[in-house]
Every structure is written in C-alpha cells, then in structure tokens.
C-alpha cells in the first residue's frame, strides 16, 4: 500500500526506525521553516511598505518569532466560563496537525533521472539512507492527493469548533464565516487536483512528480492548460485566509474572528497553524505543477541538488503570498463568494471536461477533433445557461 521501496522487501526495525527519523526530521523542518516564514513576510512587507521590521531578537531579527513563541506559552491560557472545556482545547491541535500530515506525502529530494524510466529500474525520486533504499518524503500512499484532500477537509473542523466551542456569539459567526469560505474554495481546489491526476493517471506524489522529471515543458502546469494552476493559486489563498481574502479575521466586523477568546499557547497553535498550511500548499503547489525537487544535477553532490531546487521553488511561492498581502485590499464577502461559486467552479467543471475530451483519443482511438469540437460548444452552451440563470437571478433580486 506505499510507494516506498523501503517496504519492498517487508517491514522490519531498521524500517520502522528510517520512518522515525524522517517524520522528526520532517516535523522539525517544518517548524523551523514555519519560524523563518514568520520572519519572511514581517521583514519583506516592512521592506514594501518602507519600514524597518524585526531588527532586535537575532541577528537581523530573526530570533523573533522564537521570541514570541516563548512569549505566548508563558502567558496565561484562559478558557471563558461558558466554553466547552474538551472541544475548546482540542480545536487548535486539529488546525496544527492537519497542516503536517497534508506535508507528510511531499517528495522534498531524491533524483529523478527520466520520466520514462519511472518503475523501470532508474533512479526516480530514491536515496539510500543507512543501506536501505527509500525516498525523501514521510510517506507515498497510492491515494495521496485523497490524503491531501481529505486534510483540507477536516481543517474547516479546527476552525468551526473553536468558534462554536468558545460559547460566544463573535467567534461562532467568524467560524460560520471561515467555514462557508473554506467548503465553496475547497470545490475549486479540488477540481483543479483532479486536472493534474488526469494528466498524470495517478494519486501518487511521487509518480506526480517523476513524470515531470522531462524538463519544463512536461510540468503540469502547462501539460494542464495553466488554468487550473491559477485556480488552484485563488482557491489555496481562500484556504488559507489569506489576503485579498482574510474575511475570517476582519477585525473591524467580528473582534478577532474565530479565534477571540484563545489565548496563550493555543492562540501561537492557530498562529503555526497558518503559516505552516503556507509552507505546506506552497510545496504542494510546486509538487502537483512545477516538478517538485526534480530538476537539473550540474556537478557533484547529486542528492543535494533536488532539494535545492524544491526549497527554491516554494522561496517563490512564499514570495508570492508575502507580495499578495503586501499589495491586494481585502474582498467584499459578496465578491468573495462570487469569484468562488460563479466564476472558478464553473470554470473548473468545464476545464476538467475539456482536459478528459482531450485524453480521450489517446485511450480509445476516438476522433480528436470531433471530440474537442464537442465539448468546447457543450461548454459554452453551458455557460450561456448558467450566465442566464445569474442574470435571472439578479433581476428577481431586483424585483424583491
């Protein structure tokens, strides 16, 4: 049930212990990745907006988020009277975890030599760790983009519960707010994966990614159409309550969103918990679109180079949504659900048919061009319909 060579020959302790230390490994990393990501968007938003930023704990302030951390498990952890103790407690885990087990199926290194070699006997994606052969991430199930979904599911659970859980009125509407943003962006995210295993034929990471292993011009995000790339960027931002579409903590309207009576550590744990889901949708963006730690090995130290190349490829997308925060104001709710539910699912549904119409030809011998020609007049006669229905809409609203 894995995609891990380790396993090839069963399981015995050398086996469970190499998983041990790649799961510390991988927690450990993503901590401190967390920490730097912290440091990241204070120091280059200040640099934006011409101010200073974290200049004091560390050199170049880098010791600041460690600070805080000290900070927060330090001070008082409060539980209002009227919350429930179990589920108010538990919430903040959920968020934490989610983001880290969604990590765990992403290839962070090995070399992936050819894209055609891949279960032919070339090396794709493999190292060789205490004399064993296995592979640079925490696990391959064959079902991982589910996993990974499954994991965007259930963190709307952290954020409901501890809005419900708090036993007052502020934080159950920011949770019923973020909830409602979370399930119509999560329709969208999760078409756009299903384009990228249509392409790829498989729900495995690791095969994902070794056929990307050609070059450039074989990542998925143009073997997709580069549309469901940018949908899956919009959808992932709404995810993570990122700016232009951080409705959830609109101070102004709600106090401090779903999170109002946390304090203490588990306040910090929702605070990890959003910059660790950047990091983790960052990797899975380079992972599902640009090739994950595939690409070139120039001169020695071949097992360093992929990983070089995947810490580059998420530094851009960390970048990105540094530079979207710094630069976007935030949505209307209205706008917010619109672009969600009127423009990248249907959008998603009529793409997702295309891509299928396309690969169609290729497993059954059907004409190309007919099929094509089909299912771009179905679209559009689809989204005549569906413009309708919302001009209707509007008009019957405007009646009211």
């Not at 010791?63 to 330090?74: C, E, I, N, S």
């Not at 997702?352 to 059954?364: A, E, K, Q, T, W």
Request: proline share 5%; with cysteine.
């Amino acid at each position: 049930m894995t995609g891990d060579p380790l396993f090839a020959d069963g399981v015995d302790w050398g086996d469970v212990g190499i998983v041990c230390i790649k799961v510390a490994v991988a927690f450990a990393a993503l901590l401190v990745a967390t920490m730097f990501m912290i440091w990241f968007e204070r120091k280059l938003i200040s640099d934006m907006q011409h101010r200073i930023g974290p200049n004091v704990a560390g050199p170049w302030g880098l010791l600041q988020a460690f600070a805080d951390g000290v900070k927060f498990f330090f001070k008082e952890d409060l539980r209002p009277a009227n919350a429930d103790p179990l589920v108010f407690r538990l919430a903040p885990y959920i968020s934490a975890v989610t983001a880290f087990v969604a990590f765990a199926i992403v290839p962070v290194g090995g070399v992936f030599t050819d894209v055609a070699g891949y279960g032919s006997g070339v090396r794709t994606g493999t190292v060789t760790l205490f004399g064993k052969e296995t592979i640079l991430q925490v696990a391959d199930p064959p079902v991982g983009i589910l996993l990974l979904l499954a994991m965007s599911s259930v963190a709307v659970y952290g954020v409901m519960l501890a809005g419900w859980s708090s036993g007052s009125k502020y934080p159950l509407i920011g949770s019923v707010r973020a909830s409602a943003q979370a399930i119509s962006y999560e329709a969208a995210l999760g078409m756009s994966v299903v384009a990228v295993v249509i392409v790829a034929g498989s729900l495995s990471t690791q095969r994902i990614v070794a056929l990307q292993a050609g070059g450039v011009n074989t990542w998925f995000w143009l073997a997709t159409g580069i549309v469901p790339f940018f949908v899956f960027l919009i959808a992932v931002t709404a995810e993570l309550n990122r700016p232009p579409f951080d409705l959830v903590e609109a101070e102004q309207e709600l106090v401090g969103g779903f999170h109002t009576e946390y304090s203490s550590i588990r306040f910090a744990l929702f605070f990890l918990a959003e910059f660790m889901n950047v990091i983790t949708m960052s990797a899975i963006m380079v992972t599902l679109f640009f090739g994950g730690p595939a690409g070139p090995v120039f001169f020695g130290w071949t097992w360093l180079w992929p990983t070089v190349w995947f810490l580059g490829k998420v530094l851009v997308f960390l970048f990105v949504f540094v530079w979207l925060r710094a630069t976007l104001p935030r949505l209307r709710y209205d706008q917010l659900m619109s672009l969600g539910w009127k423009v990248l699912i249907p959008l998603m549904l009529f793409w997702i048919m295309l891509l299928g119409l396309i690969r169609l030809p290729i497993l059954d011998g059907w004409s190309r061009a007919w099929i094509v020609a089909g299912g771009a007049a179905g679209g559009a006669v689809g989204w005549a319909l569906l413009s309708a229905a919302l001009r209707a809409a509007k008009r019957r609203v405007g009646v009211g």
